[in-house]
């Protein structure tokens, strides 16, 4: 079983920034994809940004491109989401993800995934 734990959320006004961390309980962390997701109240779930385990594959969606950046650290079993110029549109809860397969590409799609964290808050006021 893997866990995941989020941190780094709050209340931010538009334009500002958050750095989101995922820290996943897994010894062998650095041979998978970590992605993040994010639900808005009364939206379905949707694709935020993935990584691969090599950090060379890396996928956003269309609305956060050149403002959100995902990275990693395997020495720290940790995956990032550098969030700047937030808008209040980018209000959700937001959930790191990592799934079974060994070195796979950055998946887009939530069924991609086996292992999702509890959610952190992000409010971002106008």
């Known amino acids: 079983q893997v866990q995941l734990v989020e941190s780094g959320g709050g209340l931010v006004q538009a334009g500002g920034s958050l750095r989101l961390s995922c820290a996943a309980s897994?010894?062998?962390?650095?041979?998978?994809?970590m992605g993040w997701f994010r639900q808005a109240p009364g939206k379905e779930r949707e694709f935020v940004a993935a990584?691969?385990?090599?950090?060379?594959?890396?996928e956003y969606t269309d609305s956060v491109k050149g403002r959100f950046t995902i990275s990693r650290d395997n020495a720290k079993n940790t995956v990032y989401l550098q969030m700047n110029s937030l808008k209040p549109e980018d209000t959700s809860i937001y959930y790191c993800?990592?799934?079974?397969?060994?070195?796979?590409?950055?998946?887009?799609?939530?069924?991609?995934?086996?292992?999702w964290g509890q959610g952190t808050q992000v409010t971002v006021s106008s």
């Open positions: 897994r010894r062998t962390f650095s041979l998978y994809t």
């Open positions: 990584i691969d385990w090599r950090g060379r594959n890396i």
């Open positions: 993800s990592t799934n079974m397969q060994v070195s796979g590409p950055a998946y887009r799609v939530a069924a991609r995934y086996d292992y």
